[in-house]
């Protein structure tokens, strides 16, 4: 069975609860109704009861009751609905009547002595009339007393209700289509920003993710979304360029070793050759592997940075003592090429001890590598209030400007064929920095002069206090 979309969902919501509400009104306002017709009903006969009260004990005597009975009868005269009966006090003679007959349980209300109301309903079932009746003993101007007995018919209050009660039936219906149909095109036109949403995540591909979401004129809390997605497809976007450059790069890197493998073997094994010839070959090939499996250790290596769920918790460092041991296993390639290292300065910083190491090592290996001989590299620890840096200058000859921004990207080199001469694989400095977004720190460079080369390692200071795990990097 097909889901009901979220447009009929919130259209049915709103066109329940509006119905409801309908009903609801409609039901209080038919209660207000009668309850205020009824208050004004039972004032009337209060207020007609007083009058009558009144007129008798200032200006009707007994005899006047029968005989000259207009000033009583004045109170009554032009309401069609009353009806006034006079009965002496003991209920046995009737002196006067106005207005329609009067109902036999009306004329039981009244007792000697008492003052009652009374609210039923008369006649059949097709046609019931609504009886509202009072009595009360009341004194004549002569000192006599006198049972009054007023009765308001309710047949024009229950008109107004019948007639409120028929519209509302054949009204309510109509409000309830038009609530729904209100509510169906106010759901479409709120719900219009996701049409949009699922157009661009149609037109979304790995070979295409240049669509954004427009923000114009959208809701907040769409807005907000469609922010979040925006960012998301910008991060997938990078990380997808970043994929395929790195997957050229490394087609690239590796089709050279190769291609020389396969054509040094093709041509070796076209003719017969002495055994030296054969051994000659097979060094180089030897070599050739050699720097393809130094590309895919730093792959490695890298791809292991980039998880860094599996590498152990970080521990306090001191980057003297780390900086002293890969000076240590660098000597013998810095003698050959008489350069001398020195260390200053001290510094302690939270992170993995082989990794900072391999940090350092590369970028030491560059400096050696590039220094001209009978020079000095340094490598210099500056501790700042929040930061640790570990700075290594070089003083050979300078990288230009339009490298510096590219020198830390993956198979990236200033000098090509002097690189692949020497054996580099282009992802030296890019585990540097790797390696130092997973200590939450960072890798630059600069030129200072022209000619010498400084390299900067920034770690956040060491706070015993504080205990981290590394975090993904970000590249």
Not at 148 to 157: C, F, G, H, K, Y
Not at 380 to 400: D, F, M, R
């Amino acid at each position: 069975m097909k889901p009901v979309s979220l447009s009929m969902r919130l259209g049915l919501t709103v066109s329940m609860m509006g119905a409801v509400l309908v009903v609801f009104l409609a039901v209080l306002a038919y209660l207000a109704l009668s309850h205020e017709l009824d208050s004004r009903a039972k004032d009337s006969l209060e207020k007609k009861m007083s009058q009558i009260e009144h007129s008798l004990l200032m200006d009707i005597s007994t005899l006047e009751i029968s005989q000259e009975p207009h000033a009583l009868l004045d109170q009554v005269l032009g309401h069609d609905n009353l009806n006034l009966t006079v009965f002496n006090v003991d209920m046995s003679k009737q002196l006067l009547s106005f207005g329609a007959d009067i109902p036999e349980r009306s004329a039981t209300l009244s007792e000697p002595g008492a003052s009652n109301k009374l609210s039923y309903t008369t006649g059949s079932e097709e046609a019931e009339t609504h009886i509202l009746a009072a009595s009360k003993i009341m004194k004549l101007r002569d000192g006599e007393s006198v049972s009054v007995l007023l009765t308001i018919e309710r047949s024009n209050d229950e008109a107004l209700l019948n007639a409120y009660l028929n519209s509302t039936i054949v009204a309510v219906p109509l409000l309830l289509v038009l609530i729904g149909i209100s509510a169906w095109a106010i759901v479409q036109r709120g719900l219009s920003p996701l049409r949009e949403f699922r157009k661009v995540a149609a037109m979304v591909s790995a070979q295409d993710l240049s669509h954004r979401l427009s923000v114009v004129k959208m809701p907040q809390e769409l807005s907000e979304l469609a922010h979040a997605i925006n960012f998301m497809l910008h991060r997938l976007d990078s990380g997808v360029q970043q994929l395929s450059q790195f997957s050229d790069d490394l087609a690239h890197e590796l089709r050279s070793p190769i291609t020389n493998l396969m054509g040094k073997a093709q041509v070796t094994l076209s003719r017969e050759r002495p055994a030296e010839e054969y051994k000659a070959v097979l060094e180089s090939c030897t070599e050739e592997l050699g720097r393809v499996t130094r590309i895919v250790s730093d792959m490695l290596f890298l791809a292991q940075v980039s998880h860094p769920a599996t590498l152990v918790p970080f521990e306090c460092i001191l980057l003297e003592d780390e900086a002293l041991k890969v000076i240590d296993l660098f000597s013998l390639s810095a003698e050959e090429k008489n350069v001398s290292i020195g260390v200053s300065g001290c510094g302690k910083v939270l992170g993995d001890r082989l990794m900072i190491q391999r940090a350092i090592s590369n970028l030491l290996s560059n400096a050696i590598r590039h220094c001209p001989s009978g020079q000095s590299i340094s490598i210099a620890i500056e501790t700042q209030p929040e930061k640790v840096s570990l700075v290594v200058s070089n003083p050979g000859a300078g990288i230009e400007s339009q490298h510096l921004p590219h020198i830390f990207d993956r198979f990236y080199r200033v000098d090509t064929s002097r690189s692949r001469a020497e054996g580099g694989t282009g992802l030296g400095l890019a585990i540097v920095r790797s390696i130092m977004s997973l200590h939450q720190g960072s890798a630059d460079a600069k030129i200072l002069q022209g000619q010498e080369t400084i390299f900067r390692l920034t770690f956040p200071k060491y706070n015993a206090q504080i205990s981290w795990k590394p975090e993904k990097i970000k590249e």
